[in-house]
């Protein structure tokens, strides 16, 4: 999963499943600071005024700002990034792509099921589903990451 790459360990695979492992908490810290970067800085302005002015309280709100901005950033382009592989696979009638983009949305989206429930759910074997997962997670990796979601070998 991990791979050495210039004697630094690819982390793009961990790191693509831990998006889509923490995107409920992510859309829900997300809710929970208001719905958009104004709410929030009302939100904020106000409880400046009413913080009493001790050491780095204004760097506290500032970076509350910033995480509920980058956290609706970083949901905002999960969603589009999971749309536009469905809308490849779809695009291309890619049956297979179109399954492990099912699988993903089942598993981290929609339903939360695990892959034995969704091996049992699709009558197939648990090693289909996990290749399957594998596969869906290496090509999000390239949509998330960019031109560094590539696993290019010399």
Request: hydrophobic share 35%.
């Amino acid at each position: 999963m991990t791979k050495k790459i210039e004697g630094k360990y690819d982390k793009r695979y961990h790191n693509t499943k831990l998006l889509l492992r923490n995107y409920h908490e992510f859309k829900q810290h997300c809710i929970e600071c208001g719905n958009s970067i104004e709410e929030i800085d009302d939100t904020l302005e106000a409880w400046e005024l009413t913080l009493v002015k001790e050491e780095h309280s204004e760097d506290y709100i500032k970076s509350a700002k910033r995480t509920k901005a980058r956290t609706q950033i970083i949901v905002d382009l999960i969603d589009k990034f999971l749309e536009a592989h469905r809308q490849e696979a779809m695009n291309r009638h890619d049956v297979n792509k179109l399954k492990r983009a099912n699988i993903i949305d089942k598993m981290y989206i929609s339903d939360n099921l695990t892959m034995e429930k969704l091996a049992e759910d699709m009558d197939c074997d648990i090693a289909t589903i996990s290749r399957q997962h594998k596969t869906a997670i290496n090509e999000l990796s390239v949509l998330f990451f960019g031109i560094e979601g590539l696993k290019l070998e010399a």
